[in-house]
T-cell receptor
Framework: DTGVSQDPRHKITKRGQNVTFRCDPISEHNRLYWYRQTLGQGPEFLTYFQNEAQLEKSRLLSDRFSAERPKGSFSTLEIQRTEQGDSAMYLC??????????FGDGTRLSIL | EDQVTQSPEALRLQEGESSSLNCSYTVSGLRGLFWYRQDPGKGPEFLFTLYSAGEEKEKERLKATLTKKESFLHITAPKPEDSATYLCAVQAPNTGNQFYFGTGTSLTVIP
């Protein structure tokens, strides 16, 4: 069990730039989730996939955010035209429903 | 309206001083309540799942219990390595069947 892997671990970018994060879930897990976490807060749900289908999106996920999970394996989360408020830790989790979610160590995004 | 409230926000204990963390929830039709541990700069690490009132789970110095309105995470004789933020999350139909997390309790165990 290699766990959930996220890349990069840290990303620093200028406001207005686009960024893309990658998540590799635990191989047999069919569900994949994205969360955002800011300092002192719990993770906030953004979206989730069952296999390759994106089944739910939070209202937090503005039009600048898009997520994909081609072929039901790894997933990418893209943020276009980044803003200061996008600075956060972006966490990915996977599960084999109904088992609990297992998280990666996140990508920390800093907007200059 | 907050669906999950954790208390206290922060807790400092002497090594060996037992205590409890609280997670109260307002969702109906609870599908599960989950406890996670999070170390600085890391993702949450799964600890326990509780499904119904009266259920208890134990792991080393930790014991989680569940009632119809709240869950407790009891820490017996904590050690400095138990220092972390403890998060609880609920899953219920009115959370879209997704996890809704509390803001966590930051635990510091002093040697």
């Amino acid at each position: 069990d290699t766990g959930v892997s996220q890349d990069p671990r840290h990303k620093i970018t200028k406001r207005g730039q686009n960024v893309t994060f990658r998540c590799d879930p635990i191989s047999e897990h069919n569900r994949l989730y994205w969360y955002r976490q800011t300092l002192g807060q719990g993770p906030e749900f953004l979206t989730y996939f069952q296999n390759e289908a994106q089944l739910e999106k939070s209202r937090l996920l503005s039009d600048r955010f898009s997520a994909e999970r081609p072929k039901g394996s790894f997933s990418t989360l893209e943020i276009q035209r980044t803003e200061q408020g996008d600075s956060a830790m972006y966490l990915c989790a996977s599960s084999l429903d109904p088992q609990p979610q297992h998280f990666g160590d996140g990508t920390r995004l800093s907007i200059l | 309206e907050d669906q999950v409230t954790q208390s206290p926000e922060a807790l400092r204990l002497q090594e060996g001083e037992s205590s409890s963390l609280n997670c109260s929830y307002t969702v109906s039709g609870l599908r599960g309540l989950f406890w996670y541990r999070q170390d600085p700069g890391k993702g949450p690490e799964f600890l326990f799942t509780l499904y119904s009132a009266g259920e208890e789970k134990e792991k080393e110095r930790l014991k989680a219990t569940l009632t119809k309105k709240e869950s407790f995470l009891h820490i017996t004789a904590p050690k400095p390595e138990d220092s972390a933020t403890y998060l609880c999350a609920v899953q219920a139909p009115n959370t879209g069947n997704q996890f809704y997390f509390g803001t966590g309790t930051s635990l510091t165990v002093i040697p």
